[in-house]
């Protein structure tokens, strides 16, 4: 589904203050070791980043573009330049990894190195959705991925949300996006005083995987939704995290709506140009109503 389809969804597009690139879109041709990208697709472009697309004769790669457009008058470059450091990092460290793309960069336009972006190989595939099937290796591959950060001082944290994980071709889970992860810090006095939040954020990412395996999975799991939420109880930190959370994301998609780039009750599904995990959920509900017609 294209923007033109969605462009009834909103009543307007977000104004440059609410895009991290501003009123640009991300270049239409990059540069990286001397080769030349062409931009083919935008995946989205929010507040905090712009993420897209783009070809080479030879490969393909995906460049996440971080904020730069000032907030008002707050300048904001300095934000993305560190995000996009932090994001390169985090792959620099997993790329012997075999289901974390490996890191590309760094990336220039028209000669001018953008230190705002953060590149890496392009994972054939396509967001989980919360009803997509997967086969019986998916979640102990994840399981085994998960693992292996914790070992290295990483928690994932964007594990909450199904569309976070890539689904590759090969029927595996990919994890492409560590704009939010937690790496323990070098120090190792930090790293003692910041142990208890290593783990905590650790066992965020455990009982998301959970989660996800009893909705998705409930065979392999062994118990569906409802009996997995009555023996498990919520851990307090995330009980802590909704309390807060939940009364933003509401304040702030009422604030969405009020400036007009969201309608009705403020979810993503209605801006103008929605991001490519609703796009592809809602070119599967096309299709699968015309099989049903």
């Known amino acids: 589904m294209n923007q033109d389809l969605n462009s009834d969804r909103a009543s307007k597009a977000r104004p440059p203050y609410l895009r991290a690139l ?12 001397s080769e030349t990208f062409e931009r083919i697709e935008i995946y989205k472009h929010d507040s905090w980043a712009a993420t897209a697309l783009y070809q080479s004769e030879a490969r393909k790669i995906v460049c996440k573009f971080n904020r730069r457009q000032r907030l008002f008058i707050v300048p904001m470059s300095w934000l993305g330049r560190r995000l996009a ?41 396509r967001p989980v959705g919360d009803h997509e099937c997967v086969n019986d290796e998916f979640f102990p591959k994840l399981e085994q991925t998960l693992a292996t950060l914790h070992e290295r001082g990483i928690a994932y944290i964007h594990l909450h949300k199904s569309e976070n994980i890539l689904l590759g071709t090969d029927g595996l889970p990919h994890l492409i996006d560590f704009q939010a992860s937690y790496l323990r810090p070098q ?10 939040l290593e783990r905590m954020l650790q066992e965020l990412d455990c009982y998301h ?29 995330i ?9 933003f994301r509401k304040f702030r ?10 309608k009705n009750q403020g979810f993503v599904d209605s801006e103008h140009f929605p991001e490519a995990a609703v796009r592809l959920r809602y070119q599967n509900a096309d299709t699968n109503s015309r099989k049903a017609a």
């Open 253 to 262: 998609r009422k604030l969405l709506v009020l400036l007009g780039v969201r």
């Open 187 to 196: 120090s190792r006095v930090l790293a003692r005083v910041t142990r208890r």
């Open 239 to 247: 009980k802590a995290h909704r309390k807060l959370a939940t009364p």
């Open 85 to 125: 450091k932090r994001e390169t990092r985090f792959l620099c460290l997993l790329k012997d990894v075999s289901n974390i793309p490996n890191p590309v960069g760094p990336v220039y336009s028209e000669g001018v190195l953008l230190q705002n972006a953060a590149a890496h190989d392009y994972v054939e595939g």
């Open 22 to 33: 501003g009123s640009s879109d991300p270049p239409e041709q990059i540069q990286i070791d």
């Open 209 to 237: 995987l959970q989660k996800h395996l009893t909705l998705k999975r409930p065979d392999i799991a062994g118990c569906t939704w409802d009996e997995f939420n009555h023996r498990n109880e919520r851990p307090m930190w």
